[in-house]
């Protein structure tokens, strides 16, 4: 589904094509800081704060934004996004689960990716009925698979607020390098791969290459 975020990003990259860099970079910030004093609002209408010796909500934002503009010279995203939402009783255990949910989130992402290349490859790399079987099993639970790629991942964005039945609530967004992560999920797949097509090592290259 394409979130809002996604779409002005979208449109600003493709205003800014033909522009100059430098030209591009101020029009990047300029957006980016209006973007953000827009959401901080919206949150702090809400209710919500950032931790204690964090940066103000309006520069997290900004940093978020300017890094969510950012295109590679193809027009892809320079980074993958994902919003992670959890309440418990303490702020730590909220923010630990909601970084949980956005790495899932970014773990469906990249299984996306990487599901949409083995498809197109089944063909070319000469799978039997069994084997296609097995991979197409194995893709069922790749997202469990991919999420262990991504380690710990320091939140870009990170607010809470406190609730009236004394819980809190924990919103974070989490901002990874695409081609860094998803060529780290890749090679895991592989791997699982493999292990799951012994002695048939050429065709999981074929079904996957890592470039």
């Known amino acids: ?3 809002r975020s996604m779409w002005v990003a979208g449109l600003l990259s493709f205003v800014l094509a033909q522009a100059p860099d430098k030209e591009i970079k101020r029009e990047i910030q300029r957006k980016a800081i209006k973007e953000a004093r827009k959401e901080a609002k919206r949150f702090k209408k809400q209710g919500f704060d950032v931790t204690p010796g964090s940066l103000p909500m309006e520069k997290q934002l900004e940093y978020t934004w300017i890094r969510l503009y950012q295109r590679d010279e ?3 995203s320079v980074y993958l996004s994902a919003d992670g939402n959890a ?36 063909a070319n790399a000469q799978l ?18 991919i999420v262990t790629t991504l380690g710990q991942v320091e939140p ?8 009236p039945n004394k819980n809190v609530e924990v919103n974070v ?3 990874v390098n695409r081609d860094q992560v998803l060529l780290q999920a890749k090679k895991q797949v592989r791997d699982e791969l493999r292990e799951r097509l012994k002695g048939l090592q050429h065709k999981v290259d ?3 290459p890592l470039q």
């Open 74 to 76: 193809q027009g892809q």
């Open 173 to 175: 967004k989490l901002l």
């Open 128 to 145: 039997n009925t069994e084997e296609a079987t097995s991979v197409t099993e194995f893709l069922a639970g790749a997202k469990n698979v």
């Open 156 to 163: 870009a964005f990170k607010i809470y607020r406190n609730l």
């Open 1 to 3: 589904m394409l979130t």
């Open 206 to 208: 074929k079904l996957l």
């Open 87 to 122: 309440v418990a009783e303490t702020r730590t255990a909220a923010e630990l689960q909601a970084i949980e949910a956005a790495k899932l989130n970014l773990a469906g992402q990249l299984e996306t990716f990487i599901r949409a290349i083995i498809e197109a490859n089944i």
